[in-house]
């Protein structure tokens, strides 16, 4: 059976920069630790899904449509623009570039969406999203290896959720999502819409947690029915505070929710892949790094 795995080039690569304990240097005086951490964490990655088909998928530079609906969306973040080389974890992307295709794995940018929106994108096209998932025996399986709690939405019987670090790694599931927070996968973009997002300023409703988020979600069914039922919720503070912020809700879930996009950078056939047991030594020495 044919097993994708699809890496969240960006997220893993703030993990590893800022993850590893001390600044590297190589023998040329170049940093090197963020292209340390990212390839060996990416053959952990691999060997321990033992996929058929690769990709790492990175959030470009370009302009996010999301700003177009909220200004504010994760206009938290930092912009490593103003950010000296030494602590911007992008100054070792092209070293990183470099080592994906020393080892022949796709890997792209994004122009005109979000890395979430080409990973829901494959989703759609080789299995389908929520309710529309089929569970074929020709379908292939799908990780996605991320921290990113936004690609929960995508979890289904052939969807699992890759958080990796190191022996404490979890493969999300649907049993995973539904211990945690309660919810069913399809049911996760209407839950965080209520809560809100911290990590990208999204900001939910007062008063809702996710214990309550959950218990409205499964009560309701849907965002659409927790709000046009707002007098039915029995908390008065938590009713209350549905109705006035309806309408940020309803926005939330825009930008929460991944309905993927078509245009992808690779076919399905671009990602095959076979591990021929290479080590992280001897793609740093093909690159030039050692």
């Avoid at 691999?46 to 177009?68: K, M, Q, Y």
């Avoid at 792209?108 to 999203?129: H, N, Q, R, S």
């Amino acid at each position: 059976m044919k097993k994708v795995l699809l890496v969240d080039g960006c997220n893993l690569l703030f993990q590893m920069f800022f993850g590893m304990p001390v600044r590297i240097i190589n023998e040329q005086g170049k940093a090197i630790q963020g292209t340390l951490g990212f390839v060996g964490a990416l053959l952990k990655i691999i060997r321990r899904i033992s996929p058929t088909h690769v990709a790492v998928l990175f959030d470009g530079e370009s302009h996010n449509p999301r700003v177009d609906l909220d200004a504010d969306y994760k206009s938290n973040r930092e912009d490593y623009s103003q950010v000296d080389e030494e602590e911007n974890p992008f100054s070792q992307l092209p070293d990183i570039y470099d080592a994906l295709d020393f080892l022949r794995i796709c890997h792209a940018e994004t122009t005109d969406c979000e890395t979430d929106d080409w990973m829901a994108g494959y989703v759609k096209k080789y299995i389908g999203i929520g309710e529309d998932t089929v569970s074929a025996t020709k379908t292939p399986e799908i990780v996605i290896s991320s921290f990113d709690s936004d690609f929960f939405q995508l979890i289904s019987d052939k969807v699992t959720i890759l958080r990796y670090r190191g022996e404490n790694s979890v493969l999300c599931d649907r049993t995973y999502l539904q211990d945690k927070f309660g919810i069913i996968p399809e049911r996760y973009a209407d839950f965080k819409s209520l809560t809100g997002d911290t990590a990208d300023n999204i900001k939910g409703a007062d008063k809702v947690g996710p214990k309550t988020a959950a218990q409205l979600v499964n009560e309701f069914g849907s965002l659409e029915e927790v709000i046009a039922r707002a007098e039915e919720i029995k908390k008065p503070s938590v009713r209350e505070s549905i109705k006035q912020n309806a309408e940020r809700l309803r926005k939330n879930y825009r930008l929460i929710k991944l309905t993927g996009v078509e245009n992808l950078p690779f076919a399905l056939e671009e990602l095959v892949w076979e591990d021929r047991g290479i080590t992280t030594n001897e793609v740093l020495k093909g690159i030039g790094l050692r």
